[in-house]
Protein backbone atom coordinates (compact mmCIF):
# COMPACT_ATOMS: atom_id res chain seq x y z
CA UNK A 1 0.00 0.00 0.00
CA UNK A 2 1.96 3.28 -1.05
CA UNK A 3 0.77 6.83 -1.86
CA UNK A 4 0.20 6.89 -5.35
CA UNK A 5 -1.34 3.36 -6.06
CA UNK A 6 -4.91 4.80 -6.90
CA UNK A 7 -3.74 6.89 -9.08
CA UNK A 8 -1.85 4.31 -11.06
CA UNK A 9 -5.12 2.19 -11.09
CA UNK A 10 -6.83 4.80 -12.14
CA UNK A 11 -5.16 5.05 -14.93
CA UNK A 12 -4.89 1.72 -16.48
CA UNK A 13 -8.83 1.89 -15.83
CA UNK A 14 -9.58 4.82 -17.44
CA UNK A 15 -7.35 2.99 -20.34
CA UNK A 16 -9.36 0.28 -21.07
CA UNK A 17 -12.77 0.10 -18.76
CA UNK A 18 -15.72 1.86 -20.37
CA UNK A 19 -18.19 1.86 -16.93
CA UNK A 20 -21.76 1.31 -16.68
CA UNK A 21 -24.28 4.31 -16.16
CA UNK A 22 -21.20 6.54 -17.03
CA UNK A 23 -20.32 10.17 -18.78
CA UNK A 24 -16.79 8.83 -18.85
CA UNK A 25 -15.67 12.42 -19.54
CA UNK A 26 -17.22 13.14 -15.84
CA UNK A 27 -13.96 11.28 -14.75
CA UNK A 28 -11.25 14.13 -16.01
CA UNK A 29 -12.56 15.45 -13.10
CA UNK A 30 -13.88 13.11 -10.62
CA UNK A 31 -11.61 10.07 -9.78
CA UNK A 32 -12.36 6.67 -10.11
CA UNK A 33 -12.14 4.70 -6.93
CA UNK A 34 -10.05 1.47 -7.12
CA UNK A 35 -11.31 -0.86 -4.34
CA UNK A 36 -8.59 -3.31 -2.67
CA UNK A 37 -11.30 -5.28 -0.55
CA UNK A 38 -14.14 -5.08 1.31
CA UNK A 39 -14.50 -5.87 4.79
CA UNK A 40 -17.91 -5.38 6.00
CA UNK A 41 -19.73 -2.27 5.71
CA UNK A 42 -16.24 -0.81 4.73
CA UNK A 43 -14.20 -0.35 1.21
CA UNK A 44 -11.29 0.35 1.35
CA UNK A 45 -8.85 1.56 -1.57
CA UNK A 46 -5.10 1.08 -2.55
CA UNK A 47 -3.97 3.70 -0.42
CA UNK A 48 -5.89 2.42 2.87
CA UNK A 49 -8.77 5.22 2.33
CA UNK A 50 -12.34 3.62 3.81
CA UNK A 51 -15.65 4.43 2.72
CA UNK A 52 -18.24 3.46 4.47
CA UNK A 53 -21.07 1.60 1.85
CA UNK A 54 -24.14 3.16 2.63
CA UNK A 55 -26.17 2.52 -0.77
CA UNK A 56 -24.79 -1.77 -0.45
CA UNK A 57 -23.18 -1.59 -3.67
CA UNK A 58 -26.47 -0.28 -5.67
CA UNK A 59 -28.60 -2.52 -3.50
CA UNK A 60 -26.85 -5.79 -3.84
CA UNK A 61 -25.22 -6.23 -0.39
CA UNK A 62 -26.95 -7.58 2.66
CA UNK A 63 -24.75 -8.81 5.07
CA UNK A 64 -21.12 -7.13 4.39
CA UNK A 65 -18.60 -7.56 2.08
CA UNK A 66 -16.65 -10.64 2.64
CA UNK A 67 -18.91 -12.10 4.97
CA UNK A 68 -17.63 -14.83 6.78
CA UNK A 69 -20.44 -17.04 6.66
CA UNK A 70 -21.15 -16.67 2.72
CA UNK A 71 -17.83 -16.66 1.69
CA UNK A 72 -17.32 -20.34 3.56
CA UNK A 73 -20.16 -21.59 1.90
CA UNK A 74 -19.08 -20.67 -1.44
CA UNK A 75 -15.36 -22.07 -1.10
CA UNK A 76 -16.95 -25.17 0.13
CA UNK A 77 -19.25 -24.91 -3.17
CA UNK A 78 -16.29 -24.45 -5.09
CA UNK A 79 -14.36 -27.73 -4.41
CA UNK A 80 -17.87 -29.68 -5.34
CA UNK A 81 -19.20 -27.98 -8.15
CA UNK A 82 -18.94 -24.44 -10.25
CA UNK A 83 -21.56 -24.66 -12.65
CA UNK A 84 -23.27 -27.32 -14.81
CA UNK A 85 -26.52 -26.51 -16.94
CA UNK A 86 -29.37 -26.60 -15.60
CA UNK A 87 -31.40 -27.69 -19.07
CA UNK A 88 -31.55 -31.73 -18.27
CA UNK A 89 -29.25 -31.77 -15.31
CA UNK A 90 -29.86 -29.74 -11.73
CA UNK A 91 -27.87 -29.62 -8.80
CA UNK A 92 -28.23 -29.16 -4.89
CA UNK A 93 -28.48 -25.49 -4.88
CA UNK A 94 -30.73 -24.77 -7.39
CA UNK A 95 -33.04 -27.27 -5.70
CA UNK A 96 -33.19 -26.41 -2.22
CA UNK A 97 -32.89 -22.41 -2.80
CA UNK A 98 -36.17 -23.04 -5.41
CA UNK A 99 -37.41 -25.40 -2.30
CA UNK A 100 -36.68 -22.38 0.01
CA UNK A 101 -37.89 -19.88 -1.88
CA UNK A 102 -41.15 -21.27 -2.51
CA UNK A 103 -41.54 -21.53 1.07
CA UNK A 104 -40.78 -17.88 2.10
CA UNK A 105 -42.49 -16.19 -0.85
CA UNK A 106 -46.30 -14.91 -0.66
CA UNK A 107 -48.40 -18.00 -0.72
CA UNK A 108 -49.25 -19.73 -4.02
CA UNK A 109 -45.78 -18.66 -5.26
CA UNK A 110 -44.60 -22.60 -5.98
CA UNK A 111 -42.31 -22.20 -9.13
CA UNK A 112 -38.67 -21.05 -9.50
CA UNK A 113 -37.31 -20.20 -12.79
CA UNK A 114 -34.21 -18.56 -12.84
CA UNK A 115 -32.18 -16.19 -14.76
CA UNK A 116 -28.76 -14.38 -14.28
CA UNK A 117 -29.44 -11.31 -13.51
CA UNK A 118 -32.49 -8.46 -12.54
CA UNK A 119 -33.48 -7.12 -16.39
CA UNK A 120 -33.10 -10.87 -17.31
CA UNK A 121 -35.83 -11.73 -14.74
CA UNK A 122 -37.86 -9.24 -16.00
CA UNK A 123 -37.82 -10.41 -19.31
CA UNK A 124 -38.56 -13.84 -18.39
CA UNK A 125 -41.49 -12.77 -16.43
CA UNK A 126 -43.01 -10.56 -19.30
CA UNK A 127 -42.59 -13.29 -21.99
CA UNK A 128 -44.08 -15.99 -19.45
CA UNK A 129 -46.69 -14.14 -18.80
CA UNK A 130 -47.20 -12.81 -23.32
CA UNK A 131 -46.55 -16.47 -23.82
CA UNK A 132 -48.95 -17.92 -20.83
CA UNK A 133 -51.96 -16.22 -22.65
CA UNK A 134 -51.06 -17.00 -25.82
CA UNK A 135 -50.83 -21.26 -24.93
CA UNK A 136 -54.78 -20.42 -23.45
CA UNK A 137 -55.17 -19.04 -26.99
CA UNK A 138 -55.56 -15.32 -25.77
CA UNK A 139 -53.21 -14.06 -28.90
CA UNK A 140 -55.03 -10.64 -28.78
CA UNK A 141 -53.53 -10.04 -25.40
CA UNK A 142 -50.15 -8.48 -26.01
CA UNK A 143 -49.67 -5.15 -24.20
CA UNK A 144 -48.17 -4.19 -20.83
CA UNK A 145 -48.95 -1.30 -18.29
CA UNK A 146 -46.42 0.32 -16.13
CA UNK A 147 -46.42 3.02 -13.70
CA UNK A 148 -44.35 6.39 -14.61
CA UNK A 149 -41.66 6.59 -13.20
CA UNK A 150 -41.01 3.09 -13.04
CA UNK A 151 -37.76 1.23 -13.11
CA UNK A 152 -37.39 -2.86 -14.55
CA UNK A 153 -33.63 -2.62 -15.83
CA UNK A 154 -31.94 -1.91 -18.85
CA UNK A 155 -32.33 -4.93 -21.61
CA UNK A 156 -34.83 -3.52 -24.63
CA UNK A 157 -38.17 -5.09 -23.14
CA UNK A 158 -37.32 -4.53 -19.11
CA UNK A 159 -36.45 -0.93 -20.72
CA UNK A 160 -39.85 -0.65 -22.75
CA UNK A 161 -41.80 -0.78 -19.72
CA UNK A 162 -39.57 0.78 -17.19
CA UNK A 163 -40.32 5.22 -17.18
CA UNK A 164 -37.17 6.41 -16.67
CA UNK A 165 -36.93 9.09 -19.51
CA UNK A 166 -32.91 9.05 -18.54
CA UNK A 167 -32.66 5.85 -19.37
CA UNK A 168 -35.32 5.10 -22.21
CA UNK A 169 -35.56 8.50 -24.04
CA UNK A 170 -32.50 7.62 -26.78
CA UNK A 171 -33.77 3.85 -27.10
CA UNK A 172 -37.46 4.81 -27.76
CA UNK A 173 -37.56 3.98 -31.34
CA UNK A 174 -36.34 0.33 -30.33
CA UNK A 175 -38.90 -0.52 -27.84
CA UNK A 176 -42.73 -1.94 -27.52
CA UNK A 177 -44.97 0.48 -26.62
CA UNK A 178 -46.17 0.01 -22.59
CA UNK A 179 -49.24 1.75 -21.46
CA UNK A 180 -48.21 4.17 -18.87
CA UNK A 181 -50.56 5.06 -15.93
CA UNK A 182 -49.59 7.73 -13.28
CA UNK A 183 -47.48 6.14 -10.01
CA UNK A 184 -49.25 6.45 -6.99
CA UNK A 185 -45.90 7.85 -5.67
CA UNK A 186 -47.00 9.83 -1.96
CA UNK A 187 -44.26 12.94 -2.95
CA UNK A 188 -46.92 14.16 -5.22
CA UNK A 189 -49.75 14.08 -2.59
CA UNK A 190 -51.50 17.36 -1.34
CA UNK A 191 -50.65 18.90 2.09
CA UNK A 192 -53.56 17.70 3.66
CA UNK A 193 -53.90 14.07 2.05
CA UNK A 194 -52.49 11.08 3.63
CA UNK A 195 -50.11 8.62 1.58
CA UNK A 196 -52.20 6.01 1.90
CA UNK A 197 -55.55 8.36 0.96
CA UNK A 198 -53.45 9.72 -2.36
CA UNK A 199 -52.09 5.92 -3.31
CA UNK A 200 -55.92 4.98 -3.54
CA UNK A 201 -57.15 8.06 -5.51
CA UNK A 202 -54.12 7.19 -7.68
CA UNK A 203 -55.65 3.68 -8.15
CA UNK A 204 -58.62 5.49 -10.27
CA UNK A 205 -56.20 5.64 -13.65
CA UNK A 206 -55.53 2.31 -13.11
CA UNK A 207 -58.75 1.11 -12.78
CA UNK A 208 -60.00 2.89 -15.85
CA UNK A 209 -57.17 1.86 -17.74
CA UNK A 210 -58.06 -1.77 -17.19
CA UNK A 211 -61.40 -1.63 -17.72
CA UNK A 212 -60.50 -0.19 -21.07
CA UNK A 213 -58.22 -2.44 -22.36
CA UNK A 214 -57.92 -5.42 -20.25
CA UNK A 215 -58.54 -7.83 -23.37
CA UNK A 216 -55.03 -6.62 -25.12
CA UNK A 217 -53.38 -5.99 -21.72
CA UNK A 218 -50.97 -9.38 -20.54
CA UNK A 219 -49.64 -7.70 -17.32
CA UNK A 220 -49.19 -4.70 -15.02
CA UNK A 221 -45.44 -4.56 -13.78
CA UNK A 222 -45.18 -3.50 -10.78
CA UNK A 223 -41.97 -2.01 -8.11
CA UNK A 224 -43.93 -2.50 -4.78
CA UNK A 225 -44.43 0.12 -2.19
CA UNK A 226 -40.65 2.03 -4.04
CA UNK A 227 -39.56 3.26 -7.07
CA UNK A 228 -35.91 2.51 -6.20
CA UNK A 229 -34.26 3.86 -9.73
CA UNK A 230 -36.70 6.59 -9.85
CA UNK A 231 -36.25 8.29 -6.86
CA UNK A 232 -36.76 6.07 -3.77
CA UNK A 233 -40.24 7.58 -4.49
CA UNK A 234 -42.68 5.67 -1.86
CA UNK A 235 -46.43 4.68 -2.28
CA UNK A 236 -49.08 3.14 -0.08
CA UNK A 237 -49.82 -0.81 0.24
CA UNK A 238 -53.02 0.11 -0.04
CA UNK A 239 -52.69 0.46 -4.14
CA UNK A 240 -51.30 -3.01 -4.34
CA UNK A 241 -54.27 -4.69 -2.51
CA UNK A 242 -56.41 -2.84 -4.94
CA UNK A 243 -54.54 -3.79 -8.37
CA UNK A 244 -54.51 -7.31 -7.37
CA UNK A 245 -58.05 -7.47 -6.96
CA UNK A 246 -58.39 -5.21 -10.60
CA UNK A 247 -55.59 -7.62 -11.54
CA UNK A 248 -57.98 -10.80 -10.90
CA UNK A 249 -61.07 -9.41 -11.70
CA UNK A 250 -59.94 -8.33 -15.17
CA UNK A 251 -58.10 -11.36 -16.26
CA UNK A 252 -54.70 -9.06 -15.97
CA UNK A 253 -51.74 -10.65 -15.00
CA UNK A 254 -49.83 -9.12 -11.93
CA UNK A 255 -45.70 -8.75 -12.28
CA UNK A 256 -44.11 -8.08 -8.94
CA UNK A 257 -40.80 -6.52 -9.36
CA UNK A 258 -38.55 -6.60 -6.24
CA UNK A 259 -35.04 -6.94 -7.73
CA UNK A 260 -34.41 -4.02 -5.75
CA UNK A 261 -36.79 -4.30 -2.26
CA UNK A 262 -37.26 -7.91 -2.24
CA UNK A 263 -35.05 -9.47 1.22
CA UNK A 264 -36.32 -6.75 3.85
CA UNK A 265 -35.22 -3.89 2.64
CA UNK A 266 -39.12 -2.29 3.20
CA UNK A 267 -39.08 -4.46 6.77
CA UNK A 268 -41.09 -7.47 5.68
CA UNK A 269 -38.84 -10.18 3.97
CA UNK A 270 -40.82 -9.10 0.34
CA UNK A 271 -42.45 -5.87 0.11
CA UNK A 272 -45.68 -7.60 -1.09
CA UNK A 273 -46.51 -8.97 2.25
CA UNK A 274 -47.08 -5.24 3.35
CA UNK A 275 -50.32 -5.64 1.11
CA UNK A 276 -51.16 -9.16 1.60
CA UNK A 277 -50.87 -10.26 -1.73
CA UNK A 278 -49.41 -12.91 -4.47
CA UNK A 279 -48.60 -11.48 -7.64
CA UNK A 280 -48.74 -13.89 -10.14
CA UNK A 281 -45.15 -13.40 -11.07
CA UNK A 282 -42.45 -12.46 -8.23
CA UNK A 283 -39.05 -11.28 -9.60
CA UNK A 284 -36.10 -11.38 -7.57
CA UNK A 285 -32.14 -10.65 -8.15
CA UNK A 286 -30.01 -8.28 -6.44
CA UNK A 287 -30.09 -8.85 -2.45
CA UNK A 288 -30.77 -12.44 -3.58
CA UNK A 289 -27.01 -13.73 -3.61
CA UNK A 290 -26.31 -11.22 -0.59
CA UNK A 291 -24.29 -9.10 -3.28
CA UNK A 292 -22.01 -12.06 -3.99
CA UNK A 293 -22.83 -13.55 -6.94
CA UNK A 294 -25.31 -12.28 -10.36
CA UNK A 295 -28.11 -14.82 -10.20
CA UNK A 296 -32.13 -13.89 -10.65
CA UNK A 297 -35.47 -15.86 -9.69
CA UNK A 298 -38.80 -15.46 -10.99
CA UNK A 299 -41.63 -17.60 -8.90
CA UNK A 300 -44.52 -18.19 -10.76
CA UNK A 301 -48.42 -20.21 -9.53
CA UNK A 302 -48.89 -23.67 -10.62
CA UNK A 303 -51.93 -22.09 -12.79
CA UNK A 304 -48.95 -20.62 -14.72
CA UNK A 305 -46.70 -23.64 -14.97
CA UNK A 306 -49.57 -25.71 -15.98
CA UNK A 307 -50.52 -23.81 -18.91
CA UNK A 308 -46.92 -24.60 -20.66
CA UNK A 309 -47.21 -28.07 -19.45
CA UNK A 310 -48.14 -30.50 -22.41
CA UNK A 311 -46.84 -32.86 -24.81
CA UNK A 312 -43.36 -31.54 -26.55
CA UNK A 313 -45.52 -31.64 -29.84
CA UNK A 314 -48.11 -29.21 -28.54
CA UNK A 315 -45.67 -26.75 -28.80
CA UNK A 316 -46.21 -24.97 -25.25
CA UNK A 317 -42.71 -24.76 -23.92
CA UNK A 318 -41.13 -21.91 -22.27
CA UNK A 319 -37.99 -22.34 -24.37
CA UNK A 320 -35.93 -19.67 -22.95
CA UNK A 321 -32.53 -19.63 -21.07
CA UNK A 322 -29.53 -18.26 -19.95
CA UNK A 323 -26.07 -19.94 -20.04
CA UNK A 324 -25.55 -19.23 -16.45
CA UNK A 325 -28.92 -20.00 -14.79
CA UNK A 326 -28.97 -21.42 -11.63
CA UNK A 327 -25.16 -21.20 -11.18
CA UNK A 328 -24.76 -23.54 -8.26
CA UNK A 329 -22.00 -20.60 -6.93
CA UNK A 330 -24.56 -18.23 -6.93
CA UNK A 331 -27.38 -20.59 -5.73
CA UNK A 332 -24.89 -21.73 -2.41
CA UNK A 333 -24.36 -18.09 -1.96
CA UNK A 334 -27.83 -17.92 -1.89
CA UNK A 335 -29.12 -20.18 0.47
CA UNK A 336 -25.75 -19.18 2.83
CA UNK A 337 -27.54 -15.40 2.60
CA UNK A 338 -30.89 -17.03 3.62
CA UNK A 339 -29.44 -18.71 6.24
CA UNK A 340 -28.30 -15.62 7.36
CA UNK A 341 -31.79 -14.05 7.66
CA UNK A 342 -33.09 -17.13 9.95
CA UNK A 343 -29.88 -17.40 12.25
CA UNK A 344 -30.04 -13.47 13.38
CA UNK A 345 -33.55 -12.24 13.03
CA UNK A 346 -32.45 -9.98 10.97
CA UNK A 347 -35.86 -9.18 10.27
CA UNK A 348 -36.22 -8.30 13.84
CA UNK A 349 -33.06 -6.64 14.18
CA UNK A 350 -33.33 -4.25 11.37
CA UNK A 351 -36.83 -2.60 13.18
CA UNK A 352 -34.25 -1.29 15.62
CA UNK A 353 -32.10 -0.14 12.80
CA UNK A 354 -34.50 1.34 11.09
CA UNK A 355 -35.91 3.08 14.00
CA UNK A 356 -32.34 4.49 14.62
CA UNK A 357 -32.09 5.50 11.67
CA UNK A 358 -35.69 7.56 11.54
CA UNK A 359 -34.17 9.22 14.81
CA UNK A 360 -31.10 9.98 12.73
CA UNK A 361 -32.56 12.02 10.23
CA UNK A 362 -35.31 13.80 11.65
CA UNK A 363 -33.09 17.04 11.68
CA UNK A 364 -33.31 17.27 8.19
CA UNK A 365 -37.12 17.62 7.85
CA UNK A 366 -35.95 20.95 9.13
CA UNK A 367 -33.58 21.85 6.35
CA UNK A 368 -34.77 24.55 4.04
CA UNK A 369 -33.30 22.57 1.26
CA UNK A 370 -35.04 19.65 2.15
CA UNK A 371 -38.63 19.02 0.37
CA UNK A 372 -38.96 15.47 2.28
CA UNK A 373 -37.33 12.93 4.31
CA UNK A 374 -39.41 9.61 3.80
CA UNK A 375 -38.41 6.36 4.50
CA UNK A 376 -40.07 2.77 4.22
CA UNK A 377 -37.78 -0.38 7.02
CA UNK A 378 -34.28 -0.07 5.82
CA UNK A 379 -34.60 2.72 2.85
CA UNK A 380 -34.36 6.35 3.27
CA UNK A 381 -34.10 8.73 1.16
CA UNK A 382 -33.61 13.04 1.25
CA UNK A 383 -35.19 15.08 -1.22
CA UNK A 384 -32.92 18.19 -2.08
CA UNK A 385 -35.01 21.19 -3.67
CA UNK A 386 -34.02 24.74 -4.46
CA UNK A 387 -37.50 26.00 -2.49
CA UNK A 388 -40.01 24.13 -0.43
CA UNK A 389 -42.95 26.38 -0.60
CA UNK A 390 -43.38 26.42 -3.59
CA UNK A 391 -41.66 23.05 -4.15
CA UNK A 392 -39.03 24.10 -6.82
CA UNK A 393 -36.04 21.42 -7.97
CA UNK A 394 -32.60 22.91 -8.34
CA UNK A 395 -31.99 23.15 -12.02
CA UNK A 396 -30.53 19.70 -12.86
CA UNK A 397 -27.26 20.95 -14.68
CA UNK A 398 -26.04 22.32 -11.07
CA UNK A 399 -25.84 18.68 -10.23
CA UNK A 400 -25.89 19.57 -6.13
CA UNK A 401 -26.40 15.71 -5.65
CA UNK A 402 -22.87 14.94 -7.78
CA UNK A 403 -21.41 17.71 -4.82
CA UNK A 404 -22.97 15.79 -2.04
CA UNK A 405 -21.55 12.37 -3.20
CA UNK A 406 -18.11 13.95 -3.90
CA UNK A 407 -18.67 15.82 -0.74
CA UNK A 408 -19.09 12.64 1.30
CA UNK A 409 -16.41 10.24 -0.71
CA UNK A 410 -13.96 12.66 0.68
CA UNK A 411 -15.12 12.13 4.12
CA UNK A 412 -15.24 8.60 3.83
CA UNK A 413 -19.11 7.71 3.10
CA UNK A 414 -20.19 6.09 -0.39
CA UNK A 415 -23.50 7.50 -1.12
CA UNK A 416 -24.53 7.74 -5.08
CA UNK A 417 -27.55 10.25 -5.05
CA UNK A 418 -30.37 9.62 -7.85
CA UNK A 419 -30.13 13.13 -9.52
CA UNK A 420 -31.31 15.85 -6.06
CA UNK A 421 -32.27 12.58 -4.09
CA UNK A 422 -29.61 11.19 -1.39
CA UNK A 423 -30.57 8.22 -0.19
CA UNK A 424 -29.24 5.31 2.44
CA UNK A 425 -29.73 1.40 1.54
CA UNK A 426 -27.01 0.42 3.63
CA UNK A 427 -25.71 -3.60 4.49
CA UNK A 428 -27.71 -5.16 7.54
CA UNK A 429 -24.74 -5.10 9.18
CA UNK A 430 -24.49 -1.29 9.62
CA UNK A 431 -24.21 -0.37 13.55
CA UNK A 432 -26.49 2.63 15.24
CA UNK A 433 -23.14 4.44 15.91
CA UNK A 434 -22.10 3.54 11.61
CA UNK A 435 -25.51 5.13 11.35
CA UNK A 436 -24.80 8.35 13.12
CA UNK A 437 -21.66 8.70 11.03
CA UNK A 438 -23.18 8.55 7.77
CA UNK A 439 -26.23 10.46 8.43
CA UNK A 440 -23.55 13.16 9.63
CA UNK A 441 -21.76 12.85 6.62
CA UNK A 442 -24.71 13.16 4.72
CA UNK A 443 -26.00 16.72 6.34
CA UNK A 444 -22.22 18.03 6.06
CA UNK A 445 -22.41 17.21 2.53
CA UNK A 446 -25.99 18.71 1.84
CA UNK A 447 -25.07 21.52 3.58
CA UNK A 448 -21.55 21.96 1.07
CA UNK A 449 -23.89 21.34 -1.54
CA UNK A 450 -26.64 23.63 -0.83
CA UNK A 451 -24.58 26.51 0.63
CA UNK A 452 -24.23 29.16 -2.52
C1 LIG B 1 -31.79 -3.08 -10.58
C2 LIG B 1 -33.19 -3.34 -10.97
C3 LIG B 1 -33.50 -4.11 -12.10
C4 LIG B 1 -32.44 -4.62 -13.05
O1 LIG B 1 -31.58 -5.53 -12.46
P1 LIG B 1 -30.13 -5.74 -13.11
O2 LIG B 1 -29.54 -6.88 -12.37
O3 LIG B 1 -29.39 -4.45 -12.88
O4 LIG B 1 -30.33 -6.02 -14.55
C5 LIG B 1 -34.82 -4.36 -12.37
N1 LIG B 1 -35.80 -3.88 -11.58
C6 LIG B 1 -35.55 -3.14 -10.48
C7 LIG B 1 -36.68 -2.69 -9.63
C8 LIG B 1 -34.24 -2.83 -10.15
O5 LIG B 1 -33.98 -2.05 -9.10
Request: proline letters at 5%.
Amino acid sequence: MKIGENATWMARDLNVVWHPCTQMKDHEGLPVIPIRRGQGIWLEDFEGNRYLDAISSWWVNLFGHANPRISNALKAQLDELEHVLLAGFSHAPAIELAEQLTRLAPPGLTRCFYADNGSSAVEVALKMSFHFWRNQGQVQKTRFVTLSNSYHGETLGALAVGDVELYKTTYKPLLMAAMVVASPDCYARAPDVSCAQHSALMFEQMAQTLAEHHREICAVIVEPLVQCAGGMRMYDPAYLTLLRDACNRYGVHLIADEIAVGFGRTGTLFACEQAQITPDFLCLSKGLTGGYLTLSAVLTTPTVYDAFYADYAAQRAFLHSHSYTGNPLACRAALASLAIFDSDDTLEKNKVLSAHLARALAPLQENPYVSEVRQIGMIAAIELVQTRVPRTPFPKQQRRGLQVYQFALQHGVLLRPLGDVIYFMPPYVITPKEIDFMVEIALRGIEHATNS
